[in-house]
């Protein structure tokens, strides 16, 4: 199974982008699925998630500004980041779970003015 994520890049404050994630490889379902980050000398932490049954949830910090989507039949998952924040500067990995966990490489969204 591999992750392909993509999307990242710099924005000035308040801006946005959205980061996609494909996962391949696999022909059984995924169970679930989300976004990690990681900023320099910080623990890789939650940002958001959703399950097969489209239950979803958030890091407190990004509720309101983050939204998180999948499509199954594309086997994609998104990240729509809205009003970016320097603190969100990280490099955002994607997390899919379908017969154990599994991680993709990681994308770099850098919020900079």
């Known amino acids: 199974v591999q992750l392909q994520a993509s999307g990242g890049g710099l924005v000035q404050p308040g801006g946005s982008l959205r980061l996609s994630c494909v996962v391949s490889?696999?022909?059984?379902?995924?169970?679930?699925m989300g976004w990690y980050r990681q900023a320099p000398g910080k623990e890789r932490e939650f940002v958001a998630g959703i399950t097969s049954g489209g239950v979803m949830d958030y890091l407190d910090s990004v509720k309101g500004r983050f939204t998180i989507s999948r499509d199954n039949a594309k086997s994609t998952l998104y990240l729509q980041m809205n009003d970016l924040k320097p603190e969100d500067t990280a490099v955002y990995y994607c997390?899919?779970?379908?017969?154990?966990?599994?991680w993709g490489w990681g994308t770099q969204v850098t919020v900079s003015s």
């Open positions: 997390h899919a779970i379908v017969d154990r966990g599994y």
């Open positions: 490889g696999s022909q059984l379902s995924i169970h679930f």
